[in-house]
């Protein structure tokens, strides 16, 4: 059956996996905007955030230190799923192994937990980056949540929003 076909006739597309996934624009869609957050965190870190931070109390400068190594961490989690991802498009992994091997998302108490007191009063900069890094971690886990909780590495067959997706997809690369 075509992709035009399945578009047409309303029939189930096939379950999609974790490869597929790893092939989809989305895949590279959020690989270069971590990529991209990655450089941007580890520049303000090392250059300007260093400034910012001798410029803050000692009480703020533990709260600093607190919050850097929380965006450090969500964007090394990140960046370590994506990197296994990118292994299973380039076949050097099955997608079913990621959860197998130990490379799902993790760290989820430090990666989505509230703020430490006080982080109001950091560098916009800071607060920025941290914003944009939880956003893009709690994408990441939506995303790994949705293809291995089966621990298959396919798609659940049974979800309608996927069944929507999927068909949205094959609409768009007639």
Known sequence: MSDLSIVETGAQ??????STF???DMFFKIYD????MVREAADYLELEGVIERQQL?????????CESMRLTTRL????AWLLAMRAVRQGELKGGEIAERGFRLGAREVCVGGPVRGAGLLPVR??????????????VARLDKLLFDDNTGRLP???AVVTQLSRIELAFKI
């Not at 597309?13 to 974790?18: E, I, L, Q, V």
């Not at 090394?76 to 960046?79: A, G, I, P």
């Open 126 to 139: 800071l607060i920025n980056l941290l914003e944009a890094s939880k956003r893009l971690y709690e994408r």
């Open 13 to 18: 597309p096939p379950t999609n996996s974790a």
């Open 57 to 65: 109390s000692q009480k703020l400068g533990i709260v600093y230190a």
């Open 76 to 79: 090394m989690q990140v960046s």
């Open 33 to 36: 905007e971590s990529m991209t």
């Open 22 to 24: 790893a092939s989809s």
């Open 157 to 159: 067959a049974h979800n």
